[in-house]
């Protein structure tokens, strides 16, 4: 099927879609943790990313569930993080104190320069490696646990743990000047 995905027919993305439809909102559901609108959201944002980029990839996927399953997580991830920033204004990167929070603003000031910060942060979230990335989003901007991460990168936690590490390193080496700047 994924021959005739690559060929351009749509026919066989709806048929590939089918079959793997019950298992995308399954992982919606358990990513989202959240009223089924957004888990309906995060499934329909995925079809049509997936409508868009499985002909260009399709040649190379090996696993088809598997695919589906991380472009899924992806998209949740992402409608987290958007939640968040809109919640907060602003993305606390380290509650170990590193890179303070930076949500409470008691002025306009204040205010603009939380959310400035946390845009700064969120662009250099986005510039890490892909598997660093990942990670970092789902510590930093989604707080998700470190058994959550794992699972939702389908590593094991010490590696999730290893690369919250490395992500926090690289982000304080890369922000500390920023951030040092702006206080």
């Known amino acids: 099927m994924l021959a005739h995905v690559v060929e351009g027919d749509p026919s066989a993305f ?10 995308i909102v399954d992982v919606c ?16 944002r995925s079809m049509f990313i997936a409508f ?3 002909p260009e990839h399709a ?25 968040t920033q809109a919640m907060r204004g602003a993305v606390s990167v380290d509650a170990a104190g590193g ?18 910060l946390g845009r700064l942060i969120a662009r250099a979230i986005d ?9 970092a ?15 939702a990168l389908s590593i ?7 690369r919250v590490q490395q992500s926090r390193s690289i982000l304080r080496e890369r922000l500390g000047g920023a951030i040092s700047r702006s206080h």
């Open 99 to 116: 890179i303070a929070s930076l949500a409470s603003a008691d002025s306009p000031e204040r205010r603009y320069l939380s959310i400035e």
């Open 127 to 135: 510039d890490l490696r892909p598997s660093l990335r990942d990670a």
């Open 14 to 23: 709806w048929q590939l879609w089918d079959m793997h439809e019950r298992h």
């Open 52 to 54: 868009e980029k499985m």
């Open 137 to 151: 989003r789902l510590r930093f901007i989604d707080e998700a646990s470190y058994p959550e991460i794992a699972s």
């Open 156 to 162: 094991t936690m010490a590696n999730a743990r290893k």
């Open 29 to 44: 559901r358990r990513r989202m943790r959240s009223a089924q609108t957004e888990v309906d959201d995060a499934v329909n």
């Open 59 to 83: 040649a190379s996927i090996m696993n088809v569930e598997a695919w589906l399953t991380r472009l899924c997580s992806n998209v949740c991830v992402d409608i987290l993080r958007e939640r």
